[in-house]
């Protein structure tokens, strides 16, 4: 029976540590834009109303525009985000924080909400 039970926790053990790596390896294959969206708090302002997301601020004034169908390029929102370049004259709020691979997640994702 001792050894039933050695086994089971070294299964246990493997299980964990594969759920453990598999966070970054999953990371490296590629980011998900809306996952990033959520995990830059992009939804404190925006809503996206097509992929189900509303913005949790109860401030009209801090309020952005709900993101779906985007007349701006993927160039122009990625200056955008990054705060090295403005729309309509306006610089973004906020510059997104996070990897070169996940501005570019999130600007296609933004770019392919369509209603």
């Known amino acids: 029976m ?3 039970g050695f086994t089971l926790s070294v299964i246990a053990t493997v299980f964990l540590l594969a759920a453990f790596y598999a966070g970054p390896v999953a990371q490296a294959q590629g980011a998900d834009g809306k996952t990033v969206f959520l995990a830059q708090k992009c939804n404190m302002c925006h809503s996206v109303s097509t992929a189900g997301i509303t913005a949790t601020t109860k401030s009209e004034k801090m309020k952005g525009p709900d993101l779906v169908n985007l007349k701006q390029d993927a160039k122009t ?4 985000l990054k705060k090295t370049g403005d729309i309509n004259g306006k ?3 906020k510059e997104l924080k996070g990897t070169d691979d996940e501005l570019k997640a999130v600007v296609t994702w933004l770019l392919a909400q369509k209603k």
Not at 77 to 80: C, D, I, K, Y
């Open 2 to 4: 001792k050894t039933f």
């Open 77 to 80: 929102l990625t200056a955008f």
């Open 91 to 93: 610089k973004h709020v």
